[in-house]
């Protein structure tokens, strides 16, 4: 079930994007990219804005989060991970659908990303969720300086996507 997170969630929140990141083919990820943690700083934001949401097993363990940011007034869907031992359960749309519904009720149109064109759970699961891939021309400044840093990190195959908020808002 989905919550909204709490400060004392965040020291949870990186193991679980560790754990999710160990998924990756190897060498797919640089070994840098995969010891990389949010900052707690940005998860607090993220806790004290109430852009931050989790969801909880049956005891109150947390098995995934997931968080926005609004840049340029703009959405974009920041982070999102899931515990390996969670997946396929539907708990990443839960969340995606979470994040949709929250940055339309702020009055945002979008929700944008970048992700892995080439993994089988990423840019599949967003198009389920109503995400297209746009392309270079119609991106926002903020979305094309995001997908140069993560080629500047090593990382290859990724494309940028929007969604349109979950209240319709166009």
């Known amino acids: 079930m989905i919550h909204a997170a709490g400060y004392g969630d965040i020291p949870a929140l990186n193991a679980i994007a560790l754990a999710a990141a160990a998924l990756f083919p190897p060498g797919m990820l640089p070994d840098a990219v995969l010891r990389e943690c949010v900052p707690a700083a940005v998860l607090a934001r993220a806790v004290a804005e109430g852009r931050l949401w989790v969801d909880r097993d049956a005891c109150r363990r947390i098995t995934g989060y997931a968080f926005w940011e609004r840049i340029d007034g703009a959405?974009?869907?920041?982070q999102i991970d899931v515990l390996p031992a969670y997946g396929r359960r539907g708990i990443g749309t839960s969340l995606?659908?979470?994040?949709?519904?929250?940055?339309?009720?702020?009055?945002?149109?979008?929700?944008y990303l970048t992700t892995f064109s080439t993994v089988a759970w990423n840019m599949p699961l967003y198009?389920?969720?109503?995400?297209?891939?746009?392309?270079?021309?119609?991106?926002?400044?903020?979305?094309?300086?995001?997908?140069?840093?993560?080629r500047k990190r090593g990382l290859e195959h990724r494309v940028a996507m929007r969604a349109t908020t979950a209240d319709?808002?166009?």
């Open 75 to 78: 959405a974009l869907l920041a």
């Open 96 to 111: 995606v659908r979470h994040i949709l519904g929250q940055a339309g009720q702020a009055g945002l149109p979008h929700v």
């Open 168 to 170: 319709g808002h166009a």
């Open 127 to 150: 198009r389920k969720l109503g995400f297209v891939c746009i392309a270079a021309a119609e991106q926002p400044g903020f979305l094309r300086k995001i997908l140069e840093d993560e």
